[in-house]
């Protein structure tokens, strides 16, 4: 079975930085888009940047120029660095991704658990 798994949230103060990465595991053929959402307390999930398999990358307005997604298909992990965080980056965020497993050759799309980002001084 095809496993999302986030990881790199934490405290961080307005301005500073985090690095959040998605693994996947499982019997993996090949991953094709990735893309990181996340919701804050009240709201609805947004999505945040998204990563195609040929590398093209998509950003919301909030985040342009101080997020960069990226991702290692030989590790079969994303990544999303965060630089200047602000308070309303507070969220919980998640990835999601199209995952063709192995042995079905069927596509997953499977979601992560979640890691907590809290944007506070």
């Known amino acids: 079975q095809v496993q999302l798994v986030e990881s790199g949230g934490g405290l961080v103060q307005p301005g500073g930085s985090l690095r959040l990465s998605c693994a996947a595991s499982?019997?993996?053929?090949?991953?094709?888009?990735i893309t990181w959402y996340r919701q804050a307390p009240g709201k609805q999930r947004e999505l945040v940047a998204t990563i195609t398999s040929h590398g093209i990358t998509n950003y919301a307005d909030s985040v342009e120029a101080r997020f960069t997604i990226s991702r290692d298909n030989a590790k079969n992990t994303g990544y999303l660095q965060m630089n200047n965080l602000k308070p309303e980056d507070t969220a919980v965020y998640y990835c999601?991704?199209?995952?063709?497993?192995?042995?079905?050759?069927?596509?997953?799309?499977?979601w992560g658990q979640g890691t907590q980002v809290t944007v506070s001084s």
């Open positions: 499982g019997s993996i053929d090949s991953i094709g888009d």
């Open positions: 999601n991704a199209g995952v063709r497993e192995i042995n079905s050759g069927r596509i997953f799309s499977p």
